[in-house]
C-alpha cells in the first residue's frame, strides 16, 4: 500500500463544473496536509493547506479533511481550463517537514 | 518578496561524473527541502535542512548529500552519477510548514 493514495485520472470535466479530488493516507501520524496544482513542464504550486478536520475555502477551492477516515480531499468550483493540470496531495508529520505526495490527479477541463 | 531559485535549470552530465545543483531559499524562510521528481517515481523526498542542519532524510542512497550555509542557501550534490538519476530536482523553503516550490533543476545524464 503507498503511503498517499490519488487516482491518477484524467479527470474530465466540463467548464463550469465542480472538480473533485480525493487523496487517502496510511500513517495516522500525519498532521500536516497540502494541495499543490502541476502545470505540464512547470514546479508544484501551493493551492491548499489543512491541517484540521473539516472544510477550509479559499476563493473556487474547498479542502477538506477527515482524520478518522484518512481521507483529504479538494474540490474546484466552477472548473476553468485554466485549471487543467496534475493536482499532487502531500502529507507530513508534525516534525520537519519531510512530504510525502501521491502520485497526482489530472484533471481536464473541457470547454 | 521574491521566490525560491535554482541554479542551474538545466544540466547535461556523463555517467560517473558528479553534480551541484544550487537553491536559494525566499528571504527569511530557514529550512529548504530537496525532492527528486521522475516520471515512474513520482515526486520523492531527499533531505531537508534547517539552520545548516540536516534534519530528515529520505530514502536515497549516500552519492546523494546536501548542506546548507549560514544564509540559508543550499546545494545538493550527486557523486557518481547513474543514468536513473535523470530527473527534475526541486528544491522547496519552508518559514511554518508550508513548502514553495522553486523552478527545479532539470538533470539529463547519459
Known amino acids: 500500500q503507498k503511503e498517499v493514495e490519488q487516482n491518477s485520472g484524467p479527470l474530465s470535466v466540463p467548464e463550469g463544473a465542480i472538480a473533485s479530488l480525493n487523496c487517502t493516507y496510511s500513517d495516522r501520524g500525519s498532521q500536516s496536509f497540502f494541495w499543490y496544482r502541476q502545470y505540464s513542464g512547470k514546479s508544484p504550486e501551493l493551492i491548499m493547506s489543512?491541517?484540521?478536520?473539516g472544510d477550509k475555502e479559499d476563493g473556487r477551492f474547498t479542502a477538506q479533511l477527515n482524520k478518522a477516515s484518512q481521507y483529504v480531499s479538494l474540490l474546484i468550483r466552477d472548473s476553468q481550463p485554466s485549471d487543467s493540470a496534475t493536482y499532487l496531495c502531500a502529507v507530513a508529520k508534525a516534525a520537519g517537514n519531510k512530504l510525502t505526495f501521491g502520485g497526482g490527479t489530472r484533471v481536464l477541463v473541457k470547454p | 518578496k521574491a521566490g525560491v531559485t535554482q541554479t542551474p535549470r538545466y544540466l547535461i552530465k556523463t555517467r560517473g561524473q558528479q553534480v551541484t545543483l544550487s537553491c536559494s531559499p525566499i528571504?527569511?524562510?530557514?529550512?529548504v527541502s530537496w525532492y527528486q521528481q521522475t516520471p515512474g517515481q513520482g515526486l520523492q523526498f531527499l533531505f531537508e535542512y534547517f539552520s545548516e542542519t540536516q534534519r530528515n532524510k529520505g530514502n536515497f542512497p549516500g552519492r546523494f548529500s546536501g548542506r546548507q550555509f549560514s544564509n540559508s542557501r543550499s546545494e545538493m550534490n550527486v557523486s557518481t552519477l547513474e543514468l536513473g538519476d535523470s530527473a527534475l530536482y526541486l528544491c522547496?523553503?519552508?518559514?511554518?510548514?508550508?513548502?514553495?516550490f522553486g523552478p527545479g533543476t532539470r538533470l539529463t545524464v547519459l
Open positions: 522547496a523553503s519552508s518559514l511554518d510548514g508550508e513548502q514553495f
Open positions: 528571504s527569511g524562510h530557514r529550512s
Open positions: 489543512i491541517y484540521s478536520n
